[in-house]
């Protein structure tokens, strides 16, 4: 595995995103210098205002749906642009897809130029509604490749066929990443993803909203686990030359999400159920045996940890107090983002 030694120039595409900006910070926290591109169709200043004024980090805000040309020698690039909730995600779909095929051919054509390596965020939505489970690397998915959710799955399933494409011919060293559910501080409280749908109703004492009968089961990753884990990646020698799930393999019902919401929030919210979206998956939970052998990889931090970290974050960006009866984080805090060991 390689070792971060000298500093690096890296471009981080998304960066000013929930999960990119985390990963600007840990990579200028490791000593190198970092260039965030971003058209803020769902990133946010925000999100890197506080590392406007650090020497090594430079923001350019771009389309990648456009060539790109930085002005300046790139090692490494992380491709984390696309929206990924489905509000988001399917407020337009045809963009979406455009920034999944023509953004990653151009990012990679960069790292081509460049001789960088590429790591490409994908997603566990390849995987559609699956019928294996857990999830492995070489099971080939379940997907409608004509719903609603399409512009975003096959869009995914289509980047990374040119990455392992660019790779097969000898073109970029590229890696693929399938991240599964991600959850924490700097996540929209507008995002449309469960997690801050359901801190949010809480705080707000508003009706929690479950679609369908809350059965359903999803599996969710700390930011700080899941930006390791693509450092981790990133840096691994040799290539894997496959895809590699990154999550935590705990799984819970929607259900039991939202009764862990209410005691951490304190909160006396009721429960309302809606119809289950079209294609949402029934059930998903990642094997990451790849991850442990092929990085040393796999999570550290518990979804009530998490929580008792991201739960705050939400109260402070909406201007609300946590009642008295807050369940209270009752370790110590670990760094948001955890150092990678690389």
């Known amino acids: ?155 995914k399933r289509a980047a990374e066929t ?28 507008s995002d449309g993803r469960i997690v801050s749908n359901l801190i949010v109703q809480a705080l707000k004492g508003e009706p929690l909203t479950i679609y369908g009968s809350g059965e359903q089961t999803r599996s969710f990753c700390f930011v700080s686990d899941l930006v390791a884990g693509l450092i981790r990646l990133m840096n691994v020698d040799p290539n894997p030359g496959m895809p590699v799930n990154i999550g935590n393999p705990g799984e819970f019902t929607i259900n039991e999400l939202a009764d862990l919401v209410l005691e951490m929030t304190g909160s006396n919210s009721a429960i309302v159920h809606h119809p289950l979206p079209v294609d949402d998956p029934q059930r998903r939970r990642p094997d990451i045996s790849r991850a442990r052998a092929v990085l040393g990889w796999e999570p550290t931090l518990s979804l009530a940890d998490g929580l008792a970290m991201t739960i705050p974050w939400f109260a402070e960006a909406l201007n609300l107090s946590l009642p008295k009866t807050a369940t209270r984080r009752r370790a110590a805090q670990p760094s948001l983002v955890a150092a990678a060991s690389l």
């Open 1 to 155: 595995m390689k070792r971060f030694s000298a500093s690096k120039t890296i471009l981080v595409a998304g960066g000013a995103g929930f999960v990119g900006s985390h990963l600007c910070d840990q990579l200028l926290q490791q000593g190198h210098r970092v260039i965030c591109v971003d058209n803020f169709l769902t990133g946010s200043a925000a999100n890197v205002r506080a590392l406007q004024n650090h020497p090594a980090f430079r923001l350019i805000e771009a389309d990648i749906c456009k060539p790109l040309d930085p002005g300046e020698a790139i090692d490494q690039i992380y491709n984390l642009a696309c929206p990924a909730s489905p509000p988001h995600y399917q407020a337009d779909p045809i963009r979406t897809m455009m920034i999944s095929v023509v953004g990653t051919s151009n990012l990679l054509n960069l790292a081509e130029r460049h001789d960088a390596t590429f790591l490409q965020a994908s997603t566990s939505e390849v995987y559609g509604d699956p019928e294996q489970h857990p999830q492995q690397e070489d099971y080939w998915g379940h997907v409608n490749c004509t719903g609603p959710r399409a512009c975003y799955d096959e869009g």
């Open 162 to 189: 040119l990455c392992f494409d660019m790779l097969r011919l000898g073109r970029v060293d590229a890696r693929v990443v399938r991240i599964f559910n991600t959850y924490g501080p700097r996540m929209s409280p």
